[in-house]
Structures are given as structure tokens and as C-alpha cells.
């Protein structure tokens, strides 16, 4: 019997090994390799130059019976860009939930006339303006005036809620002046308050590593997506090469499919060694770093990424045996795209769920998804990495994953071993269920 | 001690039952044909052998025990569905298929190249699968049956599709291999192949064993009725009342004679002949084993819906034997 399962797991090797052999030798896995980081790296610069070039110039009207108004409202604007500027250089990582501010921000003082509104509107069309905001005098007294801003196209709203922010200041400003105190204190009370996040864990910030986890997580979607797939083509390759007949003649089905996912994810494993090489080198070389105008920095301990290797390794070999699965019941390539949704949608529930695990990790939402194995991988390996599940948890997502890997693999093999001798049709439900039962 | 033994073996596939008590005994050393028509059931009896499907009822034996995967290293394969890797150069293929049969990759290659040398494939080792023709896949894979020196070798239409030359060559490697002590069964659907070559058949239909044997008993079971005639001049001879059928060709005829016609009846017929015609050739055989089995159906299953998958070639010789 051990002799048996040691000629197994040299079978499984041998398939393995072939199947790493063939995928990597490939044309595909070579411009994969090259085109998807050239992909993204394409797709984060051109973002950021887009979005930098587009927000160089804000030029507004205020519309207003008092003419010191725009030049007050233009100050009080230049004062917050500098702010956030000074902030955003403490802050490294942090991503300004504004956007980034305009350079040159100018306002021009418009006083209220007979068809002026027709006169701003030709300016917005013609791209002179980016926008206009209109004052309304308060009508009678002991209110406020009210303000309507009228941005050139929609995608604006974050400059409207900056110069909500920046009016506020320019009123209690003038109310403050009118109560005769003078102008250094008047800044001095208007200083905006930042708070320095102090982490009790480690000294990186949480805000950084949440950042690093959602990286890493989104690579093992990619990856999992990609070579689960790969899995399921190859199985459906084995029937559409009628080799199966051979292979069965020699090694168990069991052995096939494990090798199969090994030797397929082990291509995966490569393909990602590849990109952290490539972006070691990257960042290591100062001129990349600045790419996206933030700067990039690795902020994981050594145990949160032990566990993404742990729960990456088991989250691939999971939804690949699911893939499998695909692959043993379907007939083309064509078929299993319209099974694919198996493979997405917990995949998706997953980002979907990332939401709200983000700022409790440790809910009882939480605990209970994460030992769910189909939400395991992504789920625990969140909450290993930003909360604090209890090691009993840890053990029991990591013994419970593994369980189902071994017993879809079992299942996999059985509607393989039966689904190709009996091609044809795509099977139904209760056919696949008899064919488990087959032996 | 048998090698392969199938005893009262069973198999269904949802509603078809495809292999119906079927007991067969395959001797060391000997050639063992296994004949039916298409859907009789061979590939799935061979499929039990080899343990790819498990019988329903029934026990498989080989090597005198009972089935156990550890046999397969000792069994050479070939598949009636012909398969290898596409994208895969050809010795590497070769390589691997030997290496999961236990042998080590250096002894694979070195084996591969020697046999790619007896069957006159040599220059298709570097190449990649996809780009071989239909023949040439057909004896790499023959070569991947044989690469691990199996005691056994199980062979699922190996001659189907290949051009006369190269079947003789791979039938000549066969009788080769059984001279050197392997055990051989094949399957056919072609009758003729099967007479020059195997000691034993068995014959199958419907699941069924409908006739086993070996070759020459089978044969002798059968009453020599079978006339080949050459001849030139007068053809009134072919009307002789122990005649049953005609066949007729240009200056030749194939003849069956009445069952109830006796022994002399061919030596009666070719008095008759030489009375008005030249006579060039005449030779009294037994029935081919086509003819045999197309018997042997219509004893075992009288009603002519068990014989739907023969009709095609038993419409064939009716219409020849009409012209009598």
C-alpha cells in the first residue's frame, strides 16, 4: 500500500512536471509575463497623467454683490492646497480623498447684471471657465446668503465640497474680522487638525498595510482566475486529445487531477515570482518609485506574508479543483465559459465582503465567513493580516480548506474517470451524482 | 495459468447493457483475437481488463490474480481512441509516457529511438505530434504501448486506418513480440486480419460470447461447402441442385453448397463443370470466419432486430448472391 502511494505521488510529479514544462515554454507564457505588468504599469500612468494634467488650472466666477468676496475666496482656496501639499508629504501613503488640487486656482469677481448668467454659460462652453458659482443675498435679515456652484461638466463634486470648506472659512473669517480679532489669530484658530495615526501592532501604518493586503489579494484573484482556468482548459484539452484513455490505463484520476493543478500552478507561481522580481528591480531604481506620484513602500511583517503564501497556496489549489471540476464535466471551451460564474461569484463576494471587513476585521460576520472555505483564503488571510482571529480559528479555516480541497479533487476525479467514457452530451445534475457514485 | 481471465463479466451503462457474462481465458504466449461488429462490446471488456471501468458483477483475473493496479506496469495499451498531447514534441511525449510506466527517462529515449527504428519512423522523433500524420500518431502510439516491455499487450483496433504496408509492419512486430513469449490480444472488426494471425478468438456480439476457440477448431466445426472456381466456357454447371448460392464474377464463382448436399458433393460439381468448361482453379475451404459469425449471430439471435449492427454487411453479400 505505501509502495502504491509512492508510485502515485511519482506519478503526480511526472504529470506535474510535464505539464510546468509545456505551459512555460510557450509564446502565451511569455507575453503574458511581459504584457500584463506592461499593462498595468501602462494603465497607473496614464491615470496619473490624465488626472494630473486634467486638474493643472481651476478657473472659476463668483458671482456677488461683494467684490472682495472672489479675491477672499481665491486666498482661502491657495491656503488649503498648500496644507494639503505639507500634510501629503508627511503622510507617504495617504491618498488625499479629494484628489489632487488644481496648481493655478484663480477666481474672478463677477458682479450680479442683466444677462450675465448667459455670458458664464457661453464661457463654460467654450472651456473658459470651469465653473461658476452664484451668491445669492440673504433676503431678509439674520440669514445667510446661499450659494449655487454650476461646474462646467459633471465629475466636479469634489471641487464643490472643497469650496463649500473654503467658503465656510472666508465667512467665519470675516465674521471673526468684523469682531475685531486680528488676522494671526484668526489663522491660528482656523488651522485644520491632523491626527498621527500611532499603530499599537508594529509601527507601519495600518492605513499602508491594508494597501499592501489589498495588493496582494487582487494578485490572488488574478492568478487564480487565470490558472484556475488554465486547469480546467487543460482537463478539457486531455479529452478533446482522446489521451485520457492512455493515462487511465496507467494512473489513477486522482493522480491526474493533482498533477495537473500542481503542475499548472506551479506556472502561476513563477508568473508572479517574475512580477515581485520585476518590481523589486523597479523600486529599487528611485526614478520608478515616483511613478505614480505616491511613493511605494513594502509595509508587511514577516507573518503577513507568511500567511498570504499559506492562503494564497490554498486558495489555488481550492477554486483550481473547482475548475477541474468544470473541466471534467464540460466538453469545450465554450461550455466551461458559461460554467465560469462558479469560479467568479465567490470570488466576487469575496471583494464585495472586503468593504466592511476592512474596518472590522473581527466582527462575528467576520469569524463565521472566514471559516466558510470557498471565502477562506481571502477572507482569513484578511483577518490573520488586520485582526485578530484566535489560533484555534486560524487552525480550523486552514484544516477546513484543506479538507475540501482533498474531497473535490475525489469528487473531480470520479465525474472525470466517468465523464470521459461517456462523452457525448454536457451531464445534468442527477447524472453527475450517479457518476460519483460509479465506480 | 491464463493471463487474462474474465469470468462471467458484466457491465451496464445506464440502460445499454454493453458487456453481458462474458467469460474468456487468454493463455501465455498466445495471440488472441477479439472480434465484433462495432458496438459489440470489445473495448468495453477491454476496458474492464485494464481497470479503467470496474465490471458490474463478474471477476477480472490477470496473471493469474486478481486485478490490481500494480499489474498495469506489466501491460502495454493501445486505445481505440488514438491520443497524444498535440503541442508535445514526439520523443518527449514517447519519454514521458514511459517514465509514468516505471521505466527512467534515459531508458525511455534509448528505447523510443530503437523502436522508432523498426517501424521506420525515426524522422518523426523531433517533430511536434500535431504535425504527424494520422498513421504515423497511430504507431508512436503503438510505440508508447510497447516502450516498458509489457508481459501483456492489449491492442483496441490497431491496424484501423493504417495503409496495407504499415499494417503488415506492425502485425509483423506483433507476431514478433508473441514469438518472444508476450501475450497478445487484439480487437478487430475485421474477420480476415484475425485468420492469419491469432491461436484463439473469441467472438462477441450484443455483449454476448457467441463463439470461442481456437482458430483451426473453430474451422473444423464447419463443413468444408465452400467452392472458389475459375473457368472458362459453358456455365450451366453453376444450376447443379447441391449448389445453395452463386456468387458470380467475371470467369470465376464463389459457391456454397445445400447443407444437406454431403462430401462428395464438390467432387459431383466439379465433374459437372469439366463436362462443359475449362476448369483453371477449384478449391472446396471451410467457411470464413466472417461467414461463421454471420451464422453463428443468426443462430444465437433469431429475430432480426438483434442483427441490426450486421445488416450493413449482410446486405452486402445478399445483393452479390442475388445474381445466382
Known amino acids: 500500500m505505501l509502495n502504491l502511494r509512492r508510485a502515485s505521488m511519482r506519478n503526480v510529479w511526472i504529470i506535474a512536471h510535464r505539464e510546468y514544462m509545456e505551459r512555460i515554454r510557450t509564446r502565451g507564457f511569455l507575453i503574458t509575463t511581459v504584457m500584463i505588468p506592461l499593462i498595468i504599469g501602462a494603465f497607473a500612468f496614464g491615470s496619473t497623467f490624465l488626472a494630473s494634467r486634467a486638474n493643472t488650472d481651476l478657473h472659476i466666477a463668483a458671482v456677488s454683490a461683494d467684490p472682495q468676496l472672489a479675491k477672499q475666496l481665491q486666498d482661502e482656496l491657495l491656503r488649503q492646497r498648500q496644507q494639503d501639499i505639507q500634510s501629503e508629504s508627511g503622510n507617504q501613503a495617504s491618498i488625499s480623498s479629494h484628489g489632487r488640487k488644481p496648481l493655478n486656482i484663480t477666481v474672478e469677481g463677477v458682479a450680479p447684471a442683466e444677462g450675465i448668467r448667459k455670458a458664464l454659460e457661453d464661457e463654460l462652453d467654450s472651456g473658459k471657465l470651469d465653473g461658476y458659482l452664484w451668491v445669492t443675498p440673504p433676503t431678509q435679515g439674520g440669514m445667510r446668503s446661499t450659494f449655487a456652484f454650476t461646474p462646467r461638466g459633471s465629475g466636479m463634486s469634489s471641487v464643490t465640497t472643497w469650496l463649500a470648506a473654503s467658503l465656510e472659512k472666508v465667512l467665519l473669517r470675516g465674521q471673526l474680522e468684523g469682531h475685531g480679532v486680528d488676522a494671526g489669530e484668526t489663522n491660528l484658530l482656523l488651522q485644520p487638525v491632523t491626527i498621527t495615526e500611532v499603530s499599537r501592532i508594529n509601527h507601519e501604518d495600518s492605513e499602508a498595510a491594508a494597501i499592501c493586503v489589498s495588493v496582494l489579494f487582487f494578485v490572488m484573484y488574478l492568478v487564480i482566475m487565470l490558472y484556475g482556468m488554465n486547469v480546467a482548459r487543460s482537463i478539457i484539452e486531455e479529452k478533446t486529445s482522446r489521451i485520457f484513455e492512455v493515462m487511465m490505463s496507467t494512473i489513477r484520476p486522482e493522480a491526474l487531477m493533482a498533477g495537473k493543478i500542481i503542475g499548472v500552478g506551479a506556472v502561476g507561481l513563477t508568473q508572479v515570482g517574475i512580477w515581485l522580481g520585476m518590481l523589486l528591480v523597479l523600486t529599487a531604481s528611485s526614478a520608478a518609485v515616483h511613478l505614480g506620484g505616491n511613493t511605494l513602500h513594502i509595509a508587511l511583517t514577516g507573518k503577513q506574508v507568511a500567511f498570504f503564501f499559506v492562503y494564497f497556496i490554498l486558495g489555488y489549489l481550492l477554486y483550481s479543483s473547482i475548475a477541474a471540476a468544470l473541466g471534467a464535466i464540460t466538453n469545450s471551451e465554450q461550455e466551461l465559459q458559461q460554467l465560469n460564474m462558479f469560479l467568479v461569484l465567490p470570488l466576487l463576494s469575496c471583494f464585495v465582503l472586503l468593504g466592511t471587513l476592512m474596518t472590522t476585521p473581527d466582527n462575528t460576520l467576520a469569524r463565521v465567513l472566514a471559516l466558510i472555505p470557498l471565502f477562506t483564503p481571502l477572507l482569513m488571510y484578511f483577518r490573520v493580516s488586520l485582526g485578530h482571529p484566535a489560533v484555534w480559528e486560524v487552525a480550523l479555516s486552514i484544516v477546513l480548506t484543506s479538507a475540501s480541497i482533498c474531497g473535490i479533487i475525489w469528487v473531480t476525479s470520479r465525474i472525470y474517470r466517468v465523464g470521459v467514457l461517456m462523452y457525448g452530451k454536457r451531464p445534468n445534475m442527477a447524472e453527475i451524482r450517479r457518476w460519483i457514485s460509479y465506480s | ?324
Not at chain 2, 496495407?164 to 480487437?187: C, H, W, Y
Open chain 2, 1 to 324: 495459468m491464463p493471463v487474462v481471465e474474465l469470468s462471467h463479466v458484466r457491465k451496464a451503462y445506464d440502460t445499454k447493457i454493453a458487456v453481458d457474462d462474458l467469460s474468456i481465458s487468454i493463455e501465455q504466449g498466445t495471440m488472441f483475437g477479439l472480434l465484433g461488429p462495432n458496438g459489440s462490446g470489445k473495448t468495453s471488456s477491454i476496458r474492464m481488463m485494464i481497470g479503467i471501468t470496474e465490471p458490474d458483477s463478474g471477476t477480472v483475473s490477470l496473471f493469474g490474480k486478481p486485478f490490481s493496479r500494480k499489474m498495469l506496469a506489466r501491460i502495454g495499451y493501445l486505445p481505440e481512441e488514438r491520443g497524444l498531447y498535440k503541442k508535445m514534441n514526439v520523443l518527449e511525449q514517447l519519454v514521458f509516457l514511459g517514465r509514468l510506466h516505471y521505466i527512467s527517462a534515459s531508458v525511455a529515449a534509448a528505447r523510443a529511438k530503437n523502436w522508432a527504428g523498426r517501424l521506420r519512423i525515426s524522422e518523426a522523433l523531433p517533430k511536434k505530434t500535431e504535425d504527424l500524420s494520422k498513421g504515423m500518431q497511430q504507431k508512436i502510439q503503438f510505440i508508447a504501448a510497447l516502450l516498458h516491455d509489457p508481459d501483456l499487450i492489449i491492442m483496441d483496433e490497431p491496424f484501423s486506418g493504417l495503409d496495407p504496408v504499415n499494417a503488415s509492419l506492425l502485425m509483423d512486430t506483433l507476431v514478433e513480440l508473441r514469438q518472444q513469449g508476450k501475450t497478445i490480444l487484439f480487437s478487430t472488426h475485421r474477420m480476415d486480419q484475425v485468420e492469419k494471425m491469432c491461436d484463439n478468438i473469441a467472438l462477441i456480439h450484443g455483449g454476448k460470447l457467441v463463439l470461442s476457440g481456437s482458430m483451426g477448431e473453430i474451422k473444423s466445426r464447419y463443413p468444408r461447402n465452400r467452392i472458389h472456381i475459375a473457368f472458362e466456357g459453358d456455365d450451366s454447371f453453376l444450376r447443379h441442385p447441391s449448389i445453395e448460392r452463386v456468387r458470380r464474377f467475371p470467369g470465376q464463382a464463389d459457391i456454397i453448397l445445400h447443407p444437406s448436399a454431403g462430401t462428395e458433393a464438390a467432387q459431383g460439381l466439379l465433374a459437372a463443370a469439366l463436362a462443359g468448361a475449362r476448369v483453371n482453379r477449384f478449391e472446396v475451404t471451410e467457411p470464413t470466419l466472417e461467414e461463421i459469425f454471420i451464422e453463428k449471430v443468426r443462430e444465437t439471435i433469431p429475430d432480426a432486430q438483434g442483427f441490426v449492427l450486421q445488416a450493413e454487411s449482410e446486405q452486402a453479400h445478399e445483393e452479390s448472391y442475388q445474381n445466382a
